[in-house]
């Protein structure tokens, strides 16, 4: 029988290393300590890389926020846009067509959907944090006393 080892993650910590988007570190979650820390991504240190594969399932590399993350969420919400001028702005934006500008600076000018779209934003990212942990076998307190009274 499987037994279980709990720690206590800060979930504030692993949301913020799941949607930094600072592509020089990579980030890591000790599975024996909860602990989450970073290294840069072009380390040369090779005492901390040999660490890392040394002990390969104590350390899980958490997946970055890329630039496909961001598309995957803007073309998702583009999609939920009713008002036609916007969604014309968005595909131009997504597609590089002139006149473009950042997501951000365009939705500005849209306060309903500015939120909608942080709104959209933090449910991708839960739900992409949520998949990386199942898949991952981390769960939280709150779903193993869930399973345990299903038991």
């Known amino acids: 029988m499987a037994s279980i080892h709990s720690v206590e993650i800060s979930w504030e910590d692993l949301f913020g290393a799941f949607t930094s988007g600072q592509l020089d570190k990579a980030y890591y979650l000790d599975r024996l300590t909860g602990e989450i820390f970073f290294t840069p991504s072009t380390s040369e240190n090779n005492e901390v890389l040999q660490q890392l594969q040394n002990h390969g399932e104590r350390f899980l590399?958490?997946?970055?926020?890329?630039?496909?993350?961001?598309?995957?969420?803007v073309t998702e919400f583009v999609t939920q846009v009713s008002e036609p001028e916007l969604r014309v702005l968005l595909h131009n934006s997504l597609a590089g067509k002139k006149p473009f500008g950042k997501i951000d600076d365009i939705l500005s000018f849209y306060p309903h959907e500015e939120d909608r779209f942080a709104l959209v934003k933090d449910q991708f990212l839960s739900n992409r944090l949520k998949t990386w942990?199942?898949?991952?076998?981390l769960f939280t307190a709150d779903a193993l006393l869930q399973d345990m009274k299903h038991a």
Do not use: G, V
Not at 61 to 69: A, K, M, R, T, V
Not at 133 to 137: D, I, L, P, T, W
């Open 61 to 73: 590399e958490i997946p970055p926020f890329d630039y496909l993350s961001e598309r995957q969420i």
């Open 133 to 137: 942990m199942e898949e991952n076998n």
